[in-house]
C-alpha cells in the first residue's frame, strides 16, 4: 500500500513538472540518457557544467544515504503521464514538453535512516532568462494549480483504492524570494484498519536561465521544513554563484 501511494505521487508530480518544461526529468518522467542529461540540446553545455556544481551531494545531508538513479528508470512514468502532460499543458496555457529546448540533470535520491523520506535534486536550463521568467511565473500563478486540481487529482484518485482524498497546493518555506515557488502533493487513504498519509513537496528556485529543483518525499510525516528551506538555500546560493554562466 505504501509503494502504490508513493509511486502515484510521483508520477502526479512528474506530470505537473513536465507540463512547464524544463523540469521534465525530476522524479523520472523522461527516460534518462548518458546518466541522466537529455542530448543534443541547446542547454546541455550548461547543465553539464552546473550539475556537479549545484546538485545536493552527501555532505548536505550527512546520515542520508544516496542512491543512484539507474539508467532509464523513467521509462514506465513516461508513458503513464504522456496524456496528462498534454492536457495539463492545455489547460494551463503553458508550452507543452517538446516545444521548448531544455536539459537538465539529478542528484542522486537520498534516504533518511528510517526509510520513510526521500529526497533529491535536480539542475534545469533553457536556451534564454526569457523562457525561464515565463515558466516561473507559470509555476508560481494559480491558474496551474487550478489545472492541478482538475487534471491531475482525478487521475490520482482513480488509482488509488475508493475514499483517498488527495490534495494539491502550494507551499512555501522560510527564505523563499521571488525567484522560488512551492507545491504539495498530499494522499490520505485508508484500507481496512490502515491509515496512510504520503506527503510530496517540490521546491525551485531560479536564477537567469537556470533553476534548481528539490523534491521531498514522506510516507506517514513529512521532510522537516527546516531541511527543506536549508536546502533550497543551499542550492540557490550555488546557482547564484554561477550567475555569470546563466545569464
Known sequence: MQRRAAAVVA???ATFVAALGPAAPALGLVAPASAGILPALASTALVNRLAPLVNLRPADVPGWQA???PAGAGTLSQQATSGSVSALAGCAGT???GKLQFA???SDIFSSASGH????SLVAALSTPAQMASVLRAEQGQKLLQCLTRV???KMTKALPPGAKVSVGHVSVPGMTAQ????RVRVDLTEGTTHLQVQDDVLGSVVGRAEAVLTFTAVSGSVPTALEARLLRTVTGRLEAHKA???
Open 117 to 120: 523520506q526521500d529526497l533529491g
Open 11 to 13: 508520477v502526479a508530480t
Open 67 to 69: 542512491h543512484a538513479i
Open 180 to 183: 522560488s515557488y512551492g507545491y
Open 245 to 247: 554562466l546563466v545569464g
Open 152 to 154: 491531475v487529482v482525478p
Open 104 to 106: 537538465a540533470k539529478m
Open 95 to 97: 508550452v507543452p514538453l
